[in-house]
Nanobody
């Protein structure tokens, strides 16, 4: 089991940037693919980005391509989500999750461990 704690959320103006961090506990962190998901007000949770166990392969939702970058530092047990050119529709609670798989996936059912989430609010 991996315990996850997100940080880095906040209020930002449209066009601005934020970097979310996810700190993971557990010696098996580097064995898991990691993902970021989000849930906006009145919306279902949706996939944002995922990264494989080594950091060598990533996968993005269409809305995230070109604006968001997922990365990881296995030596520090950290996963990041760099978000640029933020839009009001990016407003959501962002969650970090650890997959049961080594390779990146957008399928929520492949993620066993979740953080508590961090709020991102983008003002127009």
């Amino acid at each position: 089991q991996v315990q996850l704690v997100e940080s880095g959320g906040g209020l930002v103006q449209a066009g601005g940037s934020l970097r979310l961090s996810c700190a993971a506990s557990g010696q098996t962190f580097s064995s898991h693919a990691m993902g970021w998901f989000r849930q906006g007000p009145g919306k279902e949770r949706e996939f944002v980005a995922a990264i494989n166990w080594s950091g060598g392969s990533t996968y993005y939702a269409a809305f995230a391509k070109g604006r968001f970058t997922i990365s990881r530092d296995n030596a520090k047990n950290l996963v990041y989500l760099q978000m640029n050119n933020l839009k009001p529709e990016d407003t959501a609670v962002y969650y970090c999750a650890a997959s049961e798989l080594r390779y990146e996936t957008q399928n929520t059912r492949n993620y066993n461990d979740w953080g508590q989430g961090t709020q991102v609010t983008v003002s127009s």
